[in-house]
């Protein structure tokens, strides 16, 4: 059934329902009503019919993985090479979070003046190249996920199992080309029936994020229409392909990058566990 499309008045403000009296605002289009299963404490008179959501920050823990390993390969890049000011978390926020891993060594690099031929896929680590310092950047991250493990956050486990019993689709939608490695090893990889990650972005020619296509192509495997599904995503990057695909809902998941930076990029509500998605 085609959603019934509501272009009425617009939800306008959205309480965060906690004490501190946050706001947070809904996009100033109509919203669509569908008759999905999944209603949403803070959007109450709309249902939705699937989730689409980020891995890394979203539902596992992996996003502290994946900052240790890029900020382990620029130090000491940054610092071999007599390259300043140093690398901080901030970078990782402005440059790479969400975003293709070569890209984000590209844009890391350019916001120094660095530039660095492009390479091949499968230089080595250590390669003075884009792809070979992202190799690098990769064989920490494999390394500290064998080491360390991963467990997903327990309020993402609360709103799988309620995304389940309500009937609602779900979909991972990753930048990462170690997505499958991620869900195998937090005992998730039989619970998505969609995964739209690096390879699949690559295998079919679909542009990274901050762009919608990822999101778009994991909808569409669905058989969801756009503004029936809800777009749950920590980075700027991906808030801001969630608001570029006209999808009907796009979620900020505030592990760090802020709230109000979340809303700045375009996410309609911003929340700091996805426990809170889940209706009561």
């Known amino acids: 059934m085609l959603p019934l499309q509501y272009r009425g008045p617009t939800l306008g403000l959205l309480s965060d329902g906690a004490d501190n009296g946050r706001t947070y605002h809904s996009r100033e289009d109509h919203l669509t009503l569908t008759t999905g299963p999944w209603h949403i404490p803070r959007v109450p008179t709309v249902g939705f019919k699937a989730a689409l959501l980020d891995l890394d920050g979203v539902v596992t823990p992996t996003a502290d993985v994946h900052m240790t390993a890029w900020r382990a390969m620029f130090t000491d890049y940054f610092t071999t090479h007599?390259?300043?000011?140093?690398?901080?978390?901030?970078?990782?926020?402005?440059?790479?979070?969400?975003k293709p891993r070569n890209d984000g060594v590209r844009l890391c690099l350019a916001s120094r003046g660095i530039e660095l031929p492009e390479g091949l896929p499968d230089d080595a680590p250590g390669s003075p190249t884009i792809c070979g310092l992202g190799n690098t950047k990769n064989e920490a991250f494999i390394d500290l996920l064998r080491i360390e493990g991963v467990t997903a956050y327990p309020g993402s486990v609360m709103l799988m199992d309620y995304l389940e019993s309500v009937g609602a689709e779900m979909a991972i939608v990753s930048s990462s080309r170690n997505t499958g490695a991620v869900l195998d090893a937090a005992g998730l990889a039989d619970r998505f029936k969609v995964v739209v990650d690096g390879v699949v972005a690559k295998e079919h020619g679909l542009r990274g994020k901050p762009a919608p296509d990822m999101f778009r192509y994991a909808?569409?495997?669905?058989g969801v229409p756009y503004a029936a599904a809800v777009v749950v995503e920590d980075a700027l990057s991906g808030v801001a392909a969630g608001a570029a695909g006209d999808f009907g809902l796009v979620v900020g998941v505030d592990r760090g990058a802020g709230a109000a930076e979340l809303k700045a990029a375009g996410a309609d509500i911003v929340v700091s566990d996805l426990a809170e998605l889940v209706a009561r």
Do not use: C, N, S, V
């Open 82 to 98: 007599g390259i300043e000011p140093a690398y901080t978390d901030a970078d990782y926020f402005t440059f790479i979070d969400g």
């Open 219 to 222: 909808a569409e495997l669905l």
